[in-house]
């Protein structure tokens, strides 16, 4: 059942990215999409899913799509005709992967009001709903509950403070009861929920970006200009999705290692963006990817390199002998098992506290966080100086990683069975 106080906050949020469109290219973005999703569902289903789409699976953005990945590739793999939705929350998401062919229709969610559910779900007529990792949609939830359509929730992770398990937490259990099955990606998890009477309709079946980047592992893609730029380096570092957080206090340390290469790949950029990264790090020693397959004899002479494109940083991260991946100081940290598969050391800030690999790749020795300047610059001074040391913390990064693949073979077995 709905709860008049959840739908006027979600209403209030509504308004809020309207507000914020006026001057938000991402927020105008959110808003155009779901404008438009359910005149173009409407259509697609007609022509590829007449009778409702099989699966329809929900991802708030790029890093949930990367968790959602390896299952949808497994089904598609084992069953080619099912037909599946993919539907973003985020521009950050959609962007990049509304033409992605692993989905039959990739579309924006609406907005999670009574109205826009049911218009959705009637365009959509999913015969199982999957979401992914923290997607609670409440109204969402309880009209699949209510029209006896299968929903499931995979990766999933809990902790003692979410408002789950707390005392005034009672419309945010009954949610919890719309699903089918919650997977999830730890034992503590489970264990919370067992504590709300949710458990028996649980299972731990890990994380499925683990699958995703051993897969990405092993379809690298080769990349003849960076593997130019970092011949000749005696040691390459690779910051990926990084922000300006991040930078002021990384820049410092190379500008006093001037043995040391980087690879800098922002999480988010315009020509304002990258203009102020290469001030900041020295513009004539600075070149962009761009630039550098237009001027590949440059490789050899400059120490920055900037990728000013998206969808390569799983294939980079080869090139580099450590990486530190951004997010730590801001919202959270990013993909960081994507540069563990690697077998390379993995640094990162210290908002981590809601990504259990943070912990394991710590605890294993393959992991490092760092706070400010000075707990950065010992832990690269250490690996640049001490080879045994970077070789040793690589080698327990990759074995964290392999421990913890295979989420998405459960995850397929329970689906048949629940």
């Known amino acids: 059942m709905s709860s008049p106080l959840y739908d006027i906050a979600i209403h209030a949020y509504a308004g809020a990215v309207r507000l914020a469109a006026v001057r938000s290219a991402k927020a105008d973005a959110m808003l155009r999409g779901q404008a438009d999703c359910i005149r173009n569902l409407r259509k697609i289903r007609a022509e590829k899913a007449p009778g409702g789409f099989d699966y329809w699976f929900h991802a708030a953005s790029l890093g949930e799509f990367e968790q959602a990945r390896p ?21 950050s998401g959609y962007n990049v992967r509304h033409n992605w062919p692993g989905a039959d229709a990739v579309v924006y969610l609406p907005f999670d009001t009574p109205r826009r559910v049911k218009a959705f779900l009637d365009a959509a007529a999913p015969r199982k709903a999957i979401f992914v990792k923290y997607e609670f949609w409440a109204n969402y939830l309880h009209e699949l509950n209510r029209r006896e359509i299968p ?41 919370l929920l067992d504590n709300i009477g949710v458990g028996e309709k649980t299972t731990v079946a890990g994380d499925t970006r ?91 002479t400059v120490r920055y390199l900037i990728i000013d494109c998206f969808g390569l940083l799983g294939s980079i991260y080869r090139y580099g002998q450590a990486a530190l991946v951004g ?48 707990t950065l610059a010992a832990i690269l001074d250490r690996f640049v100086s001490d080879p045994a040391a970077l070789t040793a913390a690589g080698e327990a990064a990759a074995r964290y990683i392999k421990a913890n693949t295979g989420a998405t073979a459960a995850i397929l077995r329970q689906l048949d069975t629940v």
């Open 327 to 374: 997010g730590g100081f801001g919202t959270g940290i990013h993909n960081i098992n994507e540069a563990a598969v690697y077998g390379i050391p993995v640094l990162f800030g210290p908002n981590n506290h809601k990504f259990r690999e943070a912990a394991g790749l710590q605890s294993c020795g393959g992991g490092f966080c760092y706070h400010d300047r000075d």
């Open 151 to 191: 929903v499931y929730i995979i990766s999933a992770i809990f902790r003692p403070k979410q408002r789950f398990f707390r005392p005034w937490g009672a419309f945010w259990r009954n949610v919890l009861h719309c699903f089918t099955h919650i997977f999830v990606q730890d034992d503590n998890s489970k264990q």
């Open 71 to 91: 299952l949808i590739e497994a089904i598609k793999a084992g069953h080619p005709a099912t037909t599946v939705l993919l539907s973003f929350f985020s521009p």
């Open 210 to 300: 683990f699958d995703r980047v051993a897969q990405l592992r092993n379809e690298a893609r080769q990349l003849p200009e960076i593997e130019a730029f970092t011949t000749a380096a005696r040691f390459t570092i690779v910051f990926g999705s990084s922000w300006p957080a991040d930078e002021q206090h990384y820049i410092p340390w190379l500008h006093s290692h001037p043995d040391v290469k980087a690879i800098i790949a922002p999480h988010e950029f315009d020509n304002a963006r990258l203009d102020a990264l290469r001030r900041a790090l020295c513009s004539d020693n600075t070149i962009l990817l761009s630039e550098l397959r237009q001027n590949p004899e440059k490789a050899g």
